[in-house]
């Protein structure tokens, strides 16, 4: 039941983990990788119309996205 409780935020180095057990999101070692990580994804999400940029938040996610 683990999938059920996710953190917000995962990153994994699949090269050394690839079973993906040792989230490495919080590691201050990781920092810029999270952040780069973070910029691909919204770039992603603005590009494909992402269906989940609409929620209740929709307006916040727009202004944040630039949409």
């Known amino acids: ?13 699949i090269k050394k983990d690839p079973a993906e057990s040792q989230n490495l999101a919080d590691d201050p070692r990781y920092k810029d990788v999270l952040v780069e990580m973070r ?13 989940w940029l609409i929620n209740d938040h929709y307006k916040i996610n727009r202004e944040e996205f630039d949409l």
């Open 1 to 13: 039941r683990a999938f059920l409780k996710r953190p917000a935020e995962e990153l994994y180095d």
């Open 39 to 51: 910029k691909k994804v919204q770039k992603m999400r603005r590009e494909t119309d992402d269906y």
